[in-house]
């Protein structure tokens, strides 16, 4: 049974209409986890920050099989090109949710605290455990003033390197 173009382009206003859970809700915070983790990294035992990043990755993940699923069930021409346009999507998501959520994020948030850590030792005379706890609220305080500048700096970073190679199609044309 073939779709016609109508079909097609109900198709995808449907599509568009859906809110992104994993980058227009609150469980977009679960790819940031590893920043929570990054954070407490002065107080706690560092397997509980590696825990962390098992819960953002496995948000990643999540994403990446949602986002692949989804671009399956459209309507292709061939079984080639959807075979394609799903390991597009799928690479398209895990290199975005990659950067956005995992390595720039917690890279970001490990410099913050260190740095956080290496001021408030040079700069104060609070005991180390203090320093610790001011250092972790440092962190924690700055994840959600870096979630939507990272988000836009991926995605623009994105579209003038990587995206430049390939195509993402909505549907066949």
Not at 77 to 99: I, N, P
Not at 136 to 142: D, E, P, R, V
């Amino acid at each position: 049974m073939s779709a016609t173009g109508k079909d097609i382009g109900e198709e995808v206003q449907k599509e568009l209409r859906q809110i992104d859970i994993y980058r227009d809700t609150p469980i977009r915070l679960l790819g940031y986890a590893n920043e929570v983790g990054e954070a407490f990294r002065s107080l706690v035992p560092v397997s509980l920050v590696r825990l962390s990043y098992v819960v953002s990755i496995g948000y990643v993940c999540a994403d990446t099989l949602d986002k692949s699923r989804k671009t399956y069930k459209l309507p292709w021409t061939s079984a080639d090109e959807r075979r394609k346009q799903v390991s597009l999507t799928a690479a398209d998501t895990l290199l975005w949710q990659g950067f956005a959520s995992v390595i720039v994020p917690g890279f970001t948030i490990n410099r913050l605290c260190a740095l956080s850590a290496f001021a408030l030792k040079r700069s104060t005379s609070l005991p180390p455990s203090m320093r610790k706890i001011v250092t972790t609220a440092i962190g924690l305080g700055a994840i959600p003033f870096i979630v939507k500048p990272i988000d836009a700096a991926v995605e623009l970073a994105m579209d003038e390197t990587a995206r430049k190679f390939y195509t993402l199609k909505l549907h066949e044309d």
